[in-house]
T-cell receptor
Framework: RKEVEQDPGPFNVPEGATVAFNCTYSNSASQSFFWYRQDCRKEPKLLMSVYSSGNEDGRFTAQLNRASQYISLLIRDSKLSDSATYLCVVRGTGRRALTFGSGTRLQVQP | DTGVSQDPRHKITKRGQNVTFRCDPISEHNRLYWYRQTLGQGPEFLTYFQNEAQLEKSRLLSDRFSAERPKGSFSTLEIQRTEQGDSAMYLC??????????????FGEGSRLTVL
């Protein structure tokens, strides 16, 4: 079983739509959680951290459910510029390295 | 440009040849990571340095792979006796000490390897 699993998509949504991605992780001792964004043929960049209490950054909301070991990302009022691959990222206990999921591709259409 | 820089950006080689990639991290960052990414997959961790010390290596890193960061600044990743399965984008990332809490790695644009 992969350490971090995501639905690869693609998710095709119209502009203005709300879309949600989920991700599950296998190591219950994982400490830190993040969402990264990767544009086509570009390097990954941090989108936001995910906190146990949930957190919001503009149109983006991230939530963590430790009991079920899943992480979610909600994007409201989708823009064309949101089209990208969204990578779920986890850091395990005692590790420095981040473990990336395979990504969920989002295509926002006009 | 003060971002992470990688060289070469593209490398085409024949099976069995050795290749070396270089990464220059952001100057004040003491942590440096190598990842590998293939099409449709997320980055896979290869190895991690804190200053010049290699502190973590993935099981993915076979004995054909070696990485160094001799003076705690730039790093090299060498692949010996390349195989077609080594074809991938090799990504380098760096981070400051505070990354432990922020989770922010700064990636370079990558070195794409094609093994014929």
């Amino acid at each position: 079983r992969k350490e971090v699993e995501q639905d690869p998509g693609p998710f095709n949504v119209p502009e203005g739509a709300t879309v949600a991605f989920n991700c599950t992780y296998s190591n219950s001792a994982s400490q830190s959680f993040f969402w990264y964004r990767q544009d086509c043929r570009k390097e990954p960049k941090l989108l936001m951290s995910v906190y146990s209490s949930g957190n919001e950054d503009g149109r983006f909301t991230a939530q963590l459910n430790r009991a079920s070991q899943y992480i979610s990302l909600l994007i409201r009022d989708s823009k064309l510029s949101d089209s990208a691959t969204y990578l779920c990222v986890v850091r395990g206990t005692g590790r420095r390295a981040l473990t990336f999921g395979s990504g969920t591709r989002l295509q926002v259409q006009p | 440009d003060t971002g992470v820089s990688q060289d070469p950006r593209h490398k085409i080689t024949k099976r069995g040849q050795n290749v070396t990639f270089r990464c220059d991290p952001i100057s004040e960052h003491n942590r440096l990571y190598w990842y590998r990414q293939t099409l449709g997959q997320g980055p896979e961790f290869l190895t991690y340095f804190q200053n010049e010390a290699q502190l973590e290596k993935s099981r993915l890193l076979s004995d054909r792979f070696s990485a160094e960061r001799p003076k705690g600044s730039f790093s090299t990743l060498e692949i010996q006796r390349t195989e077609q399965g080594d074809s991938a984008m090799y990504l380098c990332a760096s981070s400051p000490y505070s990354e432990v809490s922020t989770g922010e790695l700064f990636f370079g644009e990558g070195s794409r390897l094609t093994v014929l």
